[in-house]
């Protein structure tokens, strides 16, 4: 009975993360074919070539067909592993993410670490700790919500060397402390929430210590909540890292993604999108599989 | 004092800037480029030798109009989606549910990015920009909101005594989830502030040149060891908008 619960919730979870993913890039398959002008034009135009030549070009890349029969070949092609070539370098867009990836990875998940350590560590500082202190915490979290990142970095590269492909330390901290600040919110949120159940007034009279009260106690309950926005800006800090990439001028996804959006480079922002799509659908479903698993209250989504 | 707030923000966004005694924005002046604060520049000069005080006056305001048209776009819209869920036929609402979360796996810089270069960049597309990458996001909070509300006891009444899906959104849902929703607006507002200004920091957004407070951070980050006070105080203008546009969302859900 259980098992079979468990199972079906798992069945939900991948179905919808399917369905999603699809929409996702069925979208961006549409939305980019929407712009006006592409790659091709812009760099034909330069270099004056004739009708003809663009239309050739257009023909190579299968652009001039039904669009159904794009979407269809896209699809085709998608599940062969293959997402086309680009449209401004002629390499496959497989291996220009490929190569820019490691990097962008080595940047988030450090930088997700960081955001975990910050968030929930200033979450329990402003919530259980008395008033005297917990304003210095809140004060913090507070300021990450509303500085911009692009002027704490800009800030951070006035007091660090100058920027390098190596350096790691001062882009995973900067994107580290923005990204756990929303974390930190919702987490002394829910503690400050829950610090006035009933049960918890019940183990007190017991006579619970406050540690155990609020190990065993409070917090496991206050992460539910915090799974949540833990999961969410696990899946945005793919394309999070586009300012910060920028700023320590590394390689990556992020800066890929705003040269071929300027570039118009149809193929290469559609495979970015579908990377960033999975990466925040995967991460999303990920934390609803681990809430539905802690908490069996949480109803499966109808 | 939150009202105070409010006043001041709405006034200086509507205001015309000719009103106040500035220097003009853009007047350059070569020979007093990238001066310190002094008496005659209190913020000093950029690096054409414009007055950071003026333009930071003048770009406050344009960033802020731009943000509060995107957060115009993003509300609305986005409330209209969340509570159409509940008026469309039952059937359909996992498609539009799902729609909404494919809407939000795609990053919103990347949609306000796509809509820039399908509009070309101006100040009504970035507005747009802004506005329309976070439009899934309003819809899933404002249809969480309604999701509380519709599971009481006084909507079953309502379904009960026969009321249509219309009627019970439109006078039972929606006045009960404005108050929250306008503390929400306001953290809409800042997150328009911190993009559009981030859209302009990329050089994609506002037009370089422009007195604009994302523009101004851009054009001195390249320059900052050399003239600091150019990229400090417009980013130090920005922070402190958002800190009390998310200070007086905090106060409003609270109260």
Redesign the interface.
Known sequence: MKRNSVLRSVLQVVTSYVFIVWLAATFAFFAIRLLPGDAIEAKLALSAASPAAIAEQRALLGLNLPIAEQYLQFWVNLLRGDLGHSLTSGLPVTELIGNALPSTLELALSAFLVALITGLSLGVLSAATSAHISFLPSLLTNLLLSVPIYWTGTLMLFFFNAPSQSALFAPMLLLGLHTGAPIARVFSASLKQIRHAPYLFAARAKGLRARRLLLRHTLPLALLPTLNVIGLQAGFLLAGTVITEILFQRRGVGRLLLAATLEQDYPLVQGIVLLAAITYTLANSITALIQRLIDPRIETVS | MKRLVIIILLLYMAIPMTWLPLKDPQLTHAAANRQPPNAVYLLGTDHLGRDVLSRLIYGGQHTLRIAGLATLVATSIGLVWGLGLYILPKFTRPLFY??L??????????LA??IL??LGQSDLSLALAVGVSQIAAVARVSHGLAKQTYHQEFITAAKALGASSWHITRHHILPNILPPFIAYAGVIF?FSI?NS??LS??G?GVVPGTPDWGVM?AE??YA??AA?WV??YS??A???T??SI??LADSWQKH
């Open positions: 799902h729609s979360d494919a809407l939000l796996a795609i990053p919103g810089l990347l990015l796509l270069t399908l800042a911190l200004a981030g920091f990329l994609v951070l001195g980050r900052f060891r600091p990229a400090f980013g130090l920005i922070s402190l958002v800190w998310n200070w």
